[in-house]
């Protein structure tokens, strides 16, 4: 993951459906960058929690519903670099 794939993750999250609201969680990707060293552990126990949810939405073809089908191509793209 990198910086780009992260551009293309937060351009595509766009706005919450009203019914999961109480769900939402003030959260930037771009913000797993800005970590201090002494965190790095859960950094990557996290992004590796990411990848497998993201692996888990495509896998599943869940991304069909709402997301632009270029920003998937990119997103993907970056992934695999």
Do not use: V
């Not at 771009?30 to 790095?40: C, G, N």
């Amino acid at each position: 993951m990198n910086s780009e794939s992260l551009k293309h993750l937060e351009k595509m999250g766009g706005n919450f459906p009203f019914q999961c609201l109480n769900e939402r969680t003030a959260f930037k990707p771009r913000d797993i960058l800005k970590i201090r060293l002494s965190q790095q552990e859960y950094a990557k126990e996290a992004i590796q929690q990411i990848l497998q949810e993201l692996f888990h939405i495509f896998n599943n073809n869940l991304t069909q519903a709402a997301w632009n089908e270029t920003s998937i191509k990119e997103f993907q793209n970056g992934l695999h670099q």
